[in-house]
């Protein structure tokens, strides 16, 4: 009978690597009675396989996401606090100043669109008034005459000029006033010893203005010094 032969050591059993998977190297190869421990080789497999990710900022469950910054108001320094603040008060006070133009410009606008509106209405008052003066004409020249007295044309004569006064229209021309030549029409020069200024003789047909808008000058004989 065979002896069995003594201090025969025994084998390890061989751990084969998983296909893919990197093969350890230098420490990590050690066995567990000289070499690191297993924390230790898990934490250096894991520096292996990837970088490091810098991670800023967190999402809205409170965990860092990478790519956003948070502004450290803290690391600023109270001149660039100032600089800031100042940056504000300018902002604040350019808009205010928008805000006063804005409202100038508004104000103006009003006052011109309505200064506009009054002179077109007067430009149409005058336009109409004027289409009527020929009627007054011929009103007025009966009148003179006495044609009018009793008649049913003095009442009318007498509401058309009360409706002219009330939007201001004025007769121009008198006798015996200096000739103006912006108001009066010469239709004839009369030497005269008698002035020594370009006077106003005769009014042949009244002139008419509504305010400072002349709507006809008077047609007038004008009686000028002896000797011009």
Not at 119 to 131: D, F, P, S
Not at 216 to 226: C, L, Q
């Amino acid at each position: 009978m065979t002896e069995k032969k003594d201090s025969e050591p025994e084998q390890e059993p061989v751990i084969k690597p998983k296909r893919g998977s990197k093969k350890p190297t230098g420490s990590e190869a050690q066995s567990d009675d000289g070499g690191p421990d297993l924390v230790d080789s898990i934490d250096d497999l894991i520096e292996a396989e990837g970088p490091d990710v810098e991670t800023s900022g967190t999402d809205a469950s409170g965990t860092d996401t990478p790519g956003t910054e948070t502004p450290d108001t803290d690391s600023l320094t109270q001149e660039e606090i100032s600089f800031l603040e100042a940056g504000e008060r300018d902002l604040v006070a350019d808009m205010r100043n928008d805000l006063a133009r804005a409202q100038a410009e508004l104000v103006n606008f009003r006052k011109r669109v309505e200064r506009d509106r009054q002179a077109n209405r007067e430009a149409v008052i005058a336009e109409v008034i004027r289409t009527l003066l020929p009627a007054v004409d011929d009103l007025d020249r009966a009148e003179g005459h006495g044609d009018l007295a009793g008649s049913p044309l003095e009442l009318v004569a007498q509401k058309l000029h009360g409706a002219f006064a009330r939007y201001g229209l004025r007769q121009v021309g008198e006798k015996g006033e200096a000739f103006d030549p912006h108001l009066h029409e010469a239709l004839v020069q009369l030497p005269s010893p008698d002035v020594t200024v370009n006077t106003v003789a005769d009014v042949i047909e009244p002139g008419y203005a509504l305010g400072d808008r002349l709507l006809r000058a008077a047609k007038v004989a004008v009686s000028v010094p002896d000797g011009q």
